[in-house]
């Protein structure tokens, strides 16, 4: 379960402010992935990197943000534009087929 | 772009049965079928995989079949214990533009009655 973490674990925000999410990976992989788990809807892609300085939308980027300046890290923004941010993200990396899965963040919209 | 459609939702099944768990995927490009187990509170994690040139593999109690006429595959646990219970998710991964896409089913919360 180790090399790709996650912070915080909850976080909670306010209507109309953008929130960042942390994901760090220290297994070297090229490839870095943004989920957002909801209940009964599995994992839906949101963005995803194969090499640093470049990143793709998944299939529901709207709303979010990412950047990859470092092949270790791979921050999602939550922006205000997102209308039903209320969710659970998962970070994932992969070298070859396997992704692999951070801990996870809970991010509650009050 | 790919749907993976996974069935059924929900699955309850006695402990020593056994408890398939199905997917269908849309892109005839995929060629690599993982399914990850999540346990309650914890990440997902890759149980068993196969490959579009392999109809079956097997790893102890767990197997996986694909048909890619049909454009299905299926999860088999046999001997179910109760540490089997979890949400399993199947998935589709393709390599496009030199992107590894990878597309998960909705999820099958499987519970083992001892």
């Known amino acids: 379960d180790g090399g790709i973490t996650q912070s915080p674990k909850y976080l909670f925000r306010k209507e109309g402010q953008n929130v960042t999410l942390s994901c760090e990976q220290n297994?070297?992989?090229?490839?870095m992935y943004w989920y957002r788990q909801d209940p009964g809807q599995g994992l839906r892609l949101i963005y995803y990197?194969?090499?640093?300085?470049?990143?793709q939308k998944g299939d529901i980027a709207e709303g979010y943000s990412v950047s990859r300046e470092k092949k270790e890290s791979f921050p999602l923004t939550v922006t205000s534009a997102q209308k039903n941010p209320t969710a659970f993200y998962l970070c994932?990396?992969?070298?070859?087929?396997?992704?692999?899965f951070g801990p996870g963040t809970r991010l509650t919209v009050l | 772009g790919e749907n993976v459609e996974q069935h059924p939702s929900t699955l309850s099944v006695q402990e020593g049965d056994s408890a398939v768990i199905k997917c269908t995927y849309s892109?005839?490009?995929?060629?690599?079928f993982p399914w990850y187990k999540q346990e309650l509170g914890k990440r997902p994690q890759l149980i068993i995989d196969?490959?579009?040139?392999?109809g079956e593999k097997k790893d102890q109690r767990i197997a996986v079949t694909l048909n890619k006429t049909a454009k299905h595959f299926s999860l088999h646990i046999t001997e179910t214990q109760p540490e089997d219970s979890a949400v399993y998710f199947c998935?589709?991964?393709?390599?496009?533009?030199?992107?590894?896409?990878?597309?998960f089913g909705t999820g099958t919360k499987l519970q083992v009655i001892p």
């Open positions: 196969i490959r579009s040139n392999v």
């Open positions: 998935a589709a991964d393709k390599n496009s533009g030199g992107y590894q896409k990878v597309t």
């Open positions: 297994l070297n992989h090229d490839a």
């Open positions: 892109d005839s490009a995929s060629n690599y």
């Open positions: 994932a990396s992969s070298h070859s087929n396997e992704q692999f």
């Open positions: 990197s194969q090499i640093v300085n470049d990143f």
